[in-house]
């Protein structure tokens, strides 16, 4: 790999880390508040549907504005690491190496559009919490169609995740990468579950703090080992 090689390998790596980090903090922005049922009582008939979201009801405007554009405009830097990821595949071949990266691409493009939406569920979330029950059917109908959009959004994210994880996982563990064989064992869904399982022995309080952020927390571990095991080519 030569100089400008390198260069535009560890930049892209290095932008890779900080969108997850700016991606992690949107997540939080949105997600990481605790939700008092009895001070939205309008709320408690529709837990169920709301599914978690309940929690936004109390989210200033400002903060869920920020929280949801912030991973928006983050999502770029991230697609800059796939590239980096792309070229440690590289010689293994472009038939190998290109189907891997082209589903990480896409599940970040897919995963700005589910994490902008989220400012509109909490603007619905919101509504319901101050409109008198004659009107709630409305915002219930709007709410309950922007959640459809959302489950097949993020199935996607997840199963395009699953399949470019476990193909990096081969594609590395056959050792005709440039990454050393023990990456193998570092790909987006690993690093996903090494968070679920590390936030069991974190305190509550650094859970609460990041709560909503395990995606871009992994995002941030895999590219983390993608740019240090690749910075010296």
């Known amino acids: 790999m030569d100089a ?3 260069w535009a390998v560890r930049i892209c790596g290095l932008a890779a880390i900080v969108g997850a980090i700016l991606y992690s903090i949107g ?3 949105l997600l990481a508040e605790k939700f008092d049922p009895e001070a939205h009582p309008r709320l408690q008939p529709h837990l169920k549907l709301l599914s978690g979201m309940e929690r936004m009801a109390g989210l200033p ?6 929280g949801g554009l912030l991973g928006v405009f983050a999502a770029p830097l991230l697609l800059a690491g796939n590239w980096q ?12 190496a290109l189907p891997p990266a082209i589903l990480l691409v896409w599940s970040g493009v897919v995963g700005a559009f589910g994490h902008g939406s989220f400012i509109y569920m909490g603007e619905y979330v919101q509504a319901l919490d101050q409109v008198d029950n004659g009107s709630q059917p409305v ?4 709410y309950s169609r922007l959640r459809k959009l959302m489950v097949p959004t993020f199935a996607f994210l997840m199963g395009a995740n699953i399949i470019a994880s476990l193909w990096y996982t081969v594609l590395v563990a056959m050792g005709e990468t440039a990454f050393p064989r023990w990456m193998a064992a570092v790909n987006p869904l690993t690093a996903f579950l090494a968070w679920v399982v590390i936030k069991k022995v974190l305190p509550r309080r650094v859970v609460a703090a990041t709560e909503g952020a395990g995606f871009n927390i992994a995002y941030l571990i895999f590219y983390l080992f993608t740019t240090i095991t690749l ?3």
């Open 4 to 6: 400008e090689m390198l």
């Open 27 to 29: 997540d939080t922005l």
């Open 61 to 66: 405007w400002g903060r869920m504005a920020q």
């Open 85 to 96: 990821v792309y070229t440690g595949l590289a010689p293994a071949g472009l038939a190998a």
């Open 139 to 142: 915002l219930l109908g709007m």
């Open 231 to 233: 910075w010296k080519g």
